[in-house]
């Protein structure tokens, strides 16, 4: 299953750019759930909302942005360009800005301003997921089956990863390939494990034993989620992570702050593809018993295709919103020099997911 394993940047059409020193405020006009113009990042009511974070991330995986020809890219990046200037022509409506926003963001990176490559776009995530999540989920696997879709679905993840990746600061490309390898490895070495020990589970009936590999999948991808997070993140231990005052600006690098956002992050991990992971099987196993199933089987895989697409497309905005992207933490609880640093008393951290 595709998994956002990417640090995320905060998109510049939206919120704008969080550098060093610099506040991430909004970039055009405010609607509900959207940021007001000159919101602090911390402080908009679209990131400290589930409410808020859901809309932006329905935005953000419209699967709809996938058919937008060339010329309406272009027409929506110069729709924006014209509104940065102030040289918008009259009649512009905030509707027509908001849709051109959402459609730069779908297709180009913000750091890069190149076209990311369709599958890989976020937009692009339930359409080219659900093939992959739909064999990971397939009964009966073989050893074969079993490798060759955890290994896919995570270079899926590795190709996401690196098209959505952020380019102001680069990463050497050796990082992104340790990720992948430790991701691969610990996915099939696990996914493998898991199977021939339910193989060989002489207390499990034939049914029970189908129902406990349907499972699988989901402990394989969420370790494997785990293992890419601390291979491609262990130096923010060593190096601390920015954080930021109540009005954005940089206090300082905090290494404890790194622990607490690595923690968050390999949480978010785990509970994300739980509900694409799980609620299929669990659905599938009450549907194979209807006579319509057992009178068709034919209809299975076709069934399954649909659940899983629905489960993809339902609850991945769900699970993504959970968590803010942006964390609080007291100043008390870091580094003397951070305490000293600001007269805030909490201060906020970029945790990624």
Known sequence: MPAPCHR???????????GRGSRVRAALKGRSGKCA????????????SFYGRLRHFLDII?????FVTERRLREAVQLLEDYKHGTLRPGVTNEQLWGAQKIKQAILHPDTNEKIFMPFRMSGYIPFGTPIVVGLLLPNQTLASTVFWQWLNQSHNA??????????KPSPASKFIQGYLGAVISAVSIAVGLNVLVQKANKFTPATRLLVQRFVPFPAVASA????VVLMRYGELEEGIDVLDADGNLVGSSKIAARHAL??????RVVLPMPI????PIVMSMLEKTALLQA???????????????AFGLALPLAISLFPQMSEIETSQLEPEIARATSSRTVVYNKGL
């Open 225 to 228: 989620n785990i293992c890419n």
């Open 296 to 310: 068709r089987p034919r209809l299975l895989l076709p069934v399954q295709s649909l659940v899983c697409l629905a």
């Open 62 to 66: 419209d699967p709809r942005t996938l």
């Open 8 to 18: 995320p940047r905060l998109r510049r059409a939206v919120i704008g750019h969080a």
């Open 37 to 48: 113009l000159g919101a602090k990042f911390q402080s908009c009511a679209a990131w400290t």
């Open 159 to 168: 190709c996401v990863n690196y098209a959505n990746r952020n380019a102001t």
């Open 263 to 268: 923690l968050e992050t390999a949480l978010t």
């Open 277 to 280: 992971l799980v609620l299929p």
